[in-house]
Nanobody, 125 residues
């Protein structure tokens, strides 16, 4: 089992920045860590993901150039740095872990095995 705990959400004005963290514990061998978000009344959306081995990343077009994902292997932590935030970024943000190897970076919620509890990000205009 893997336990994931997100932190760092909150309220920020448009154009501001937030930094989300996802700490993994338990069975920490994961091939990829992803970030997803769920705006009010909408389905869960892919934000971006990172491979533990090599650190390659992949982002949704809507956040490319504004969001950055990094990892701290020693702390089993993944960071989502969000800059130039927009009101449409408002959502509950979730981190997720995939345990099985994949040649590509998975971007669908169904490809991830473990999920955190989510953290609210609200961007005011």
């Amino acid at each position: 089992q893997v336990q994931l705990v997100e932190s760092g959400g909150g309220l920020v004005q448009a154009g501001g920045s937030l930094r989300l963290s996802c700490a993994a514990s338990g069975r920490t061998f994961n091939t990829a860590m992803g970030w997803f978000r769920q705006p009010p009344g909408k389905e869960r959306q892919f934000v971006g993901a990172i491979k533990w081995s090599g650190g390659s990343t992949y982002y949704a077009d809507s956040v490319k150039g504004r969001f950055t994902i990094s990892r701290d292997n020693a702390k089993n932590t993944v960071i989502l740095q969000m800059n130039s935030l927009k009101p449409e970024d408002t959502a509950v943000y979730y981190c997720a872990a995939r345990s099985l190897w994949s040649a590509r970076i998975p971007s669908s919620p169904a490809e991830y095995d473990y999920w955190g509890q989510g953290t609210q990000v609200t961007v005011s205009s």
